[in-house]
Structures are given as C-alpha cells and as structure tokens.
C-alpha cells in the first residue's frame, strides 16, 4: 500500500492514525464484540464515544459553558436554511458578508426564509479579497449578521474577527475551524461540514450560544431545529454515529499534537512554504490579496494555462492529486487542511520547481 | 477478537464481510492511495463507487427507470418534513394511517406544513396491529396517503401493499427496507433511513417517481428538495461518501447471496424459528396480532416481568446484546435484520429455553 498526497478540497485527507485506529477497532471496538456503526446510538459504549468527543472539542476550542455543541447532519448547505429559521422572523432581516462563492450559497438559500441583505462584497474584484471592513453596511435591525471566514474555493480567509457594531455573528467555519485557536466567545452560531478538518462527511457541527435557543420558527423542520437537538444532545433522530466518533478521534489527534496553538503553527510553516513558492517564481501566481490568503485553500496559477493539464498529470504521477482548481476559478488549488503533512506541502513544492525548469 | 449477536434495532448488525473488506481497504481503496472518506466526491473513483451503488440496488429492488434514487442525510426524521414539503400545498391535506410509534413522528412533523389527518388508527388497541384495511377513511383530496409499512418499535408489519384508491402512496420502509422483494411500482415515494438494512447511519434512501418531482414548495430547505438533490445526482452538495460506499458493500453482499428473494427466505425462517419458540411456551409472549407480526422487530415479553434484568444479563453473558425492548413497549425486542444470522437466532431460542427451563 502507498498513500499519496491528497489535496482535495474536501471531503479531504484525514490523519494516517485515525485511519489506522479506526480500521483497527473496524470489527470490535474496545471488546464491545460490534463495530462502532454497529453500536446503538443510547448504547453506554456510544455515549461513552460521543461524549468523549464534545468534551475534547471544547477544551480545543475552550468553548464556554454557555455554548451547546451540536452533532449534526445535511453539511453546511443544510445550515444555510438552518441558521435564518431558527435566528430570524419571516419578515425581519438578516445581513451578510458576500466573500466569495459559499457565501452566495448561504445568502441565496437564506432569501427563502427571510429578508437577506448584503451588507457588503468583493464580487466587483472577482471575490480576491474579503470586503474592507470600513465599507460595510451594517442594519442595525438585521438578527444576525453572516460571514464566511475561509472561502474554500476562493482561498480567501478573514484576518481576524471583524467587530460588529453589537450584532449577532454567525460563522460558516467549515473549511477553517480547528485550523487554529479561536475566540468562540465573539460568535452566536459557529458552524461547520466535517469534511475538511473534523472527519468524514455526513456529519455538521453547530455551536451556538444557548441564550439564541427557543426561537426557531413554526416551520422549521425538526431536522433543523436547534433547539430539539439541544434537548436531546444530539439525538432527537439517530446521529452518524460513525462520523461522530471519528471525529472524536481527529480531537484526540488534535490534543495529542499539542492542541491549536501547536496547529497553527504548523499550518502557518504549511502555508508559508507554499505562498513562498509561488511569489518567488514569476511561473506561478496567486490571485488572492495577501492580506486575505488562506492557510487552508491556496490556489494558484500556471503563467500559461495551456500547461494546467500537464501540471495536473505530472504531480499525479508523483503522488500528489486533487490539485485542480474550481472551475468556477480555474487554475490549481491545493488545499493543506490539518491532516496534509508538511511533507506533502514540501512534496508539492519540490515538484513545482522541477515543473517550472522543464516548462518555463 | 469475539464478536456478539447483536439484536440492536438500529444503528445494527452490519455483514461481517462487509466490515472486513471496509477495514482492508480503510487506508487504501482499490490502490487510489487514499482512503474512501478523503476522496472528493466528484472524484473518477468516488463516482464510480456511487453509481455502482445506485445500479446494484436498482437491480435488487427491481426499481423501474422512471424512479430516481436520492442518497441523502438525515435520516427519516428529516423525510417527514421533506414528503408535505415535497408533495403538499400548504392548505392541503395528506392523509396517514397511524399503526405506532414512528407513524405517529411523521404525522406530528407533517402537521408543521399541511393539513395531516389520520386516515385510520391502531391507537385503541395499542398498536398492536395495523388497522384494518376495510376501516380506513381516505380523504379523496389528499396529496398522498403515507404508511409505515413496519413499525420498528411495536413490530408490527403490513401484510402485503395495500390498495389505495389512486392516492400517491409515500412510504417509510426504513426498518423493512431490502428484507424481501418490494413492488416498487406501487409507490409514489419510497424513504428509508439506513442503519437498519442499508448501512451505518448518516445515509438516507429516498426513491421518488420521477412525476412527483418539480413540485416542492417555495419554503423547501434546499438540503430537503427530492428535485434538487435528483437534478444533481445527490451531489448538491457533499453527501455522506462513506456511508454511500458502505451501503454499495452491503448492496453487493446482498446480491452474492441470491438477492432479495433468498434473502427473504432467510429472514422468514429466521422469524419463524423465534416466533415458533415464543409461541411454544408460556413463558414468552408475543403482544403482536399474528397477522401483523414482523419479519424484523420481534417484540416478546416474559410472564414475569421481575425476570427482564435477570433476562437481559444472562443474555449479555451469553453474547446475546440489545435485547431490551423499547421504553414505551417494555420486554425485550430482538431485532433481526438482514445481516443477523440464523445461527443468532438459533442461539437466542437456545437461550431462551435455558432461562425458562432454569426460572419458569
């Protein structure tokens, strides 16, 4: 077996060890005599798991009491419609910060639910850059103000927590949770598809501050409603149990490693090797303002796109794949999540260099 | 290792052979170099794993060409909101026939977006059968009529498809669901969440006749559109990729055993060898009316109900695990999916005999 170096903007590499531990424990886990899939989700052993895991969570993210952690389902697409019917009356606004592609997905779906307005975008510069915070337009009787703090397509990420003028923040954090420590404290609603740094995909996780539980609309599905999971901790319905407990194993790897500040540092030598790359060399190029660019999705470009698809078959053949970009970007995209080695960063750039001799 | 017969009515026994080949290529599917979980769902290889998927169960369940098949998330939980969502005006009516526990879910959720009416009722007699045929009230203007053709909790099954008079009929086969060939034709909608016959839970099958599409109501969360998720071959957005894969596995294993007609012979002796030794005695009851008994949920209780701790922990001694039947029900329930074995039943009846022969 050979494993290669896997790029995928998600669903994405995940840590060798929990991929290990998992196929280790595939047909028994613990001595239970069943796999995890297998286990009822009100059985001891699955509490057990599942319990384990929130609790990791929130010492990795020091997640204050007062915030329930929810274990969910429907991926971030599901949280688009989730986020307005349990936050905001049918006929009361909501704003959102446009700063790229996801972020349209999230104000498109919540126009269904309630008056979503846009109180600021970078689409005019082709979604490069995230919208200055002095330029945007904040209503100060929206219920929540939306942003989207890494742009998984994009490769555009906030520098920082912008203040809001007393609104409640609500974070779409799925290609950029765990990636880093995080100031939960600053948000009402922090949600997340596992796909890219939590675990497998199937699974959603939502953290928001229980002051904002109770106000679901009427026709908010039960599948949707923050509330009732809140009540059952997450089992109002039969949770992915599977996913659920591998995640609880990537916190564990997370701890292990020394936690989110030792993350950080990691992804921020990651990212630096491969933004260093690309701006030493005129072959290659990013389209993303500095200030903005993302420790998790970087895309680039080839100086003449007529060699993208040897590029792409080149890197294939050296074991470094899912490299090409969005097609709504073009280009490349190599995404480092936090289970991409440094190794496979150091790969990816070894190769670019000889890609750049042999084609410049 | 030793692995238990599991009776868990869900998240349950998976094939052992599905496991093993699962854990065999956990860090490396089919020489990719990745496991399933970290390839992008738009992947050649991923793609190919979820058509092969869709082709394998067509074929078991016979499914005509003008039905779609959805792989979505969130379990039927999420499908009783999405059938009115789906099929309903918001004043119309649907109509349901109440036989038990998750009956009455999909009809309390279905009143948050219609007009719901029962359209009969085994509420009186406790749920212990379904509701004769001929005292059923069918509203003529009804969008559909939905039924629970097994009730996992009561363990009480339909004997055969019922006719209904023209109405769509929606259908929440979750706990039946592969158990034994299916006239799919005579559906509207089909729904099943998997953790009982399709695979872990995370993943939920919905088969949709193609002229029920294009109908959803404008306040349809995208994640619970059936057309939306059908235009996009259920990749709107990303779906629960490993559970996909692991109903394929569970899809093949069903066909290397002679499809769905052997694996219905297999589960009638399975029923019948539990049922017989329940019927034997007078030691063990069954509260389900002969007719209506399932194939699937076995719900038994002991003419003392002192003995069910000493029942539940002699088992547990035995490797006899989830036998506690449900809260509202009381007993014991064993659970006897595809993917429990005759030699599990055969060792639960052994069971049984001895602890009647040591207290009765």
Chains 1, 2 share one sequence.
Not at 159 to 170: K, S
Not at 255 to 271: H, P, S, V, W
Request: proline fraction near 5%.
């Amino acid at each position: 077996m050979s494993r290669v170096y896997n790029f995928s903007a998600g669903p994405a590499a995940l840590p060798e060890a929990v991929l290990e531990r998992a196929r280790n424990e595939m047909l028994d886990y613990a001595g239970v005599g069943m796999s995890v899939m297998e286990m009822s989700h009100r059985s001891a052993a699955f509490i057990d798991i599942a319990s384990r895991a929130e609790t990791d969570l929130r010492e990795l993210l020091a997640i204050p009491d007062d915030y329930k952690v929810l274990f969910l389902q429907g991926g971030a697409t599901a949280q688009f419609a989730a986020v307005p019917l349990n936050l905001c009356a049918a006929d009361s606004a909501a704003a959102y910060v446009d700063s790229g592609y996801w972020s349209g997905k999230a104000i498109a779906e919540a126009g269904r639910f309630c008056r979503a307005t846009v109180a600021a975008s970078s689409k005019d510069s082709g979604h490069t850059s995230v919208p200055p915070r002095s330029e945007w337009s904040l209503p100060k009787d929206a219920s929540y103000l939306h942003i989207t703090p890494n742009e998984t397509i994009g490769g555009v990420a906030y520098d920082g927590i912008p203040e809001v003028d007393g609104l409640q923040l609500v974070a779409d954090y799925s290609s950029s949770i765990l990636a880093a420590p995080l100031d939960v404290s600053r948000f009402g609603v922090i949600y997340a598809g596992a796909q890219k740094n939590i675990g497998p995909a199937g699974l959603t996780l939502v953290i928001v501050r229980g002051d904002l539980l109770g106000r679901a609309r009427k026709d908010t599905p039960a599948s949707l409603d923050w509330t009732i999971a809140a009540e059952a901790d997450s089992m109002y319905n039969t949770p992915p149990t599977f996913a659920w407990y591998l995640a609880g194993l990537v916190f564990r790897w997370l701890k292990d490693l020394g936690g989110l500040e030792a993350m950080a540092e990691i992804n921020r030598r990651k990212a630096a090797t491969l933004y260093g790359a690309i701006d030493a060399s005129n072959f290659y190029a990013s389209p993303v303002a500095k200030a903005n660019r993302s420790w998790m999705n970087v895309p680039f470009t080839l100086a003449d796109p007529a060699l993208d698809k040897s590029f792409l078959d080149e890197a294939e053949t050296r074991g470094l794949t899912n490299l090409k970009g969005h097609r709504s970007v073009g280009g490349m995209r190599a995404s480092l999540y936090n289970a991409v080695s440094q190794e496979a960063v150091d790969a990816l750039v070894a190769f670019m260099h000889d890609f750049e001799r042999k084609h410049a």
